[in-house]
């Protein structure tokens, strides 16, 4: 398998849906071009973002040819910053939610990230649009709850995402004397694969910045302590200081050996990337990752392979993406009709078809999916749902900040597992 053939292969629809925003940029539909005279503050939205390029830019621009077919009246501004995870995006966010100047909605994650921006009364109760639309029924009662406090419900989700999925390329694995179809039921027996990997030259474990090592130890956190004991890691019910915890933190510090050294200066795409190329055997990424495989061109089973991440076969590590009504917003009106295609059928499957996700309705048909889609909507059915730490569900912000730091200090150069064990512990204590 080679770079070149990879890149050959690109699939049809989605080079139409690229040729499709090309050709609605040149005609100047969408986000305001420099020669254009902007539409009047009334007629704009702003749509604050992390989806600024690659496969979420996809997803983004699907939506957005939606939202112009449904509100013809009203201009789309793109706000999106770069970064994955919103790790620029939600920095810049707070500092224009404190000086009063908020975009006109923003993505937010369902779980204790948003119930930050509801407690700081930062984001409307949208209880009225989910009554008038009739949108308590269209999504998991669960994903309801996440998305709301003391019953007021704050946000309107977009899609749900997985969490815990090894993204591996099968060509490596066969040239370290691995087989492609093999899977490992715990860390321990996928470190004798990593360790093979390495033998032969190749890097075992692509891994990108900060965020993506957090979002790597939730996984392992995951695989060591079970559903169970994961989901009271947040909750209070399970010892941050306990010996499983411990065991998680040493097998993390272990994959961290057979990770690639510049990992700190790459974001999620260029560690995924580097499986795509073949200079990597493995990553761990949200299953965003299969749009960069399916644009590449890649067929699954052929010239890559998926599976929970080792020991967590069972378990659905959560996250979903979602918007809000920010108060003071300059156009609430414009706003809303954003929030209604985001719920609408039409507009979660276009979103959902380029970005790997599912859509958070219900009714969407399962045969309008891929083949990955269908067996995540499958595995979020059946699995024991548990929610992410690095994608906003689990914790509150100023947790996962400080808990960041913390792996960020691990990883970049103390390898002190018991001095980070003690950091996380009082990250959770807050
Ligand atoms: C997550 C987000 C996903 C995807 C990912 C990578 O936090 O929920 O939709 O954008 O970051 O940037």
Redesign the pocket.
Known sequence: MTTTAHSSRARPARRLTALAVTVAALLGVGACTPDQQPAPPGERVEVFT??ASGS?KLGLDALVEVFEEQHPDVSFVNGAVAG???SAAKDLLDSRLAAGDPPDTFQA?AGAELADYVEAGQVADLTDLYDAEDLRDAFPAELVARLSVDGRVHAVPSNI?RANVVWANPDVLEAAGLDPDARYASVDEWLVALEAVEASGRTPLALATTWTQVHLLETVLLAELGPQAYAGLWDGSTDWAGVEVRAALEDFATLLTYSNADRGGLD?PDATQRVIDGEAAFNVM?D?AVAAFESAGLEPGRDYVHFPVPGTDGAFDF?A?AFTLPVDASNPDGARAWLRTVASAEGQAALSAE?G?IPARLDVDPDDLSSYQRSAMASFAEDTVVPSLA?GAAAPAATLTAMTAAVGRFTEGTTDVTALQAELAAAAAG
């Open positions: 992390w989806w979420e994955g995870a919103g994650h995402h999620w949200g965003w996250l993406d970005k996700s994608h």
